[in-house]
């Protein structure tokens, strides 16, 4: 249910909180005492956490909504839904995303290719439809864009995976110019490899195959993310940290990954 929320606290909208990165960064806001709007289609998991967050943090206001960002009808009636009072978005993190399996072009099932781009491209557009507006009518306001170092990079069988996070880059930097007049940051965190769910989703609950790419190396787990995010948030006003490549120690680049047996 939809309460009242105090306009004087800090308001985050994360997209995707049900699971990995999107979770870790709802808990650290919570923990930084900031009221939370959470996002997924996994009702469950956000009532959830929803519910654990106001247990643990009385004082912190949370709403669970659940849609799907393919959905554009339904990202629009959740979000334009909300009262002014949770409209008054301070932090948006465009988190929500995936890939779905490692194949070259031309042999990738074209329906991957259509959830990948509605996921992480026109999702992320979506939802930034309607919460952009809401900062500019405040004068302030911060998007924090989850891209990856396939957005900077690419590699062969992930042709349409870093296809969509190049998108995400770009559509960073010219949200970045286009808001730039209204005092909204945009930033783009990009990370490497991120020991969450998002392998057992490309390998479609093939969580053997999963599991091995992360093997002979120590990943980055959600929360080191989510201190990302954290501090990016939370700079002064007047400072803007507009792009963090955060890998773990045993990745240099895409193709250049250290394993030890
Ligand atoms: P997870 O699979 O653990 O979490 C993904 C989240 O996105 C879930 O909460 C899921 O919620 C949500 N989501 C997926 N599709 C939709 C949808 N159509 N509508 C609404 N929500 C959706 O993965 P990560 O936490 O690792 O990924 C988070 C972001 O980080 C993604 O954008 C990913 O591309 C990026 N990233 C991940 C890296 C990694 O190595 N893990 C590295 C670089 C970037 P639900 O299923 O309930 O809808
Ligand atoms: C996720 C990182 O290396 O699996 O963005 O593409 S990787």
Not at 37 to 64: C, D, K, M, N, W
Request: charged share 25%; with cysteine.
């Amino acid at each position: 249910m939809m309460g009242k929320r105090n306009v004087d606290r800090r308001l985050a909208l994360v997209t995707g909180a049900t699971a990995g990165i999107g979770e870790a960064v709802a808990r650290r806001f919570a923990a930084e005492d900031w009221d939370l709007v959470l996002t997924g289609r996994r009702s469950e998991r956000l009532i959830a956490l929803s519910q654990e967050l106001a247990e643990r943090f009385p004082q912190v206001s949370v709403l669970a909504l659940t849609f799907d960002v393919c959905d554009e009808e339904a990202t629009f009636a959740a979000l334009e839904g909300l009262s002014e009072d949770w409209q008054s978005v301070d932090v948006l993190v465009n988190n929500a995303g995936l890939s779905q399996s490692l194949e070259p072009v031309h042999r990738q099932d074209p329906a991957d290719w259509d959830r990948m781009i509605d996921t992480n491209i026109k999702g992320l557009l979506r939802v930034s439809r309607v919460v952009a507006p809401w900062m500019r009518r405040r004068g302030r306001g911060h998007i924090i864009n989850l891209g990856s170092i396939a957005g900077k990079e690419v590699y062969a069988n992930g042709a349409v995976y870093c296809a969509t996070k190049h998108a995400v880059e770009a559509i960073t930097r010219s949200m970045r110019m286009e808001l730039n007049p209204d005092r909204i940051k945009v930033g783009l965190i990009a990370p490497g490899l991120v020991e969450t769910e998002f392998s057992i989703v490309r390998f479609k609950g093939d969580r053997e195959r999963a599991a091995a790419v992360y093997h002979g190396l120590e990943p980055l787990v959600a929360d080191d993310i989510a201190d990302a995010v954290w501090y990016m948030a939370s700079r002064p006003a007047h400072v803007h940290v507009a792009d963090m490549l955060i890998l773990p120690t045993a990745q240099a680049s895409m193709g250049q990954i250290t394993r030890r047996p």
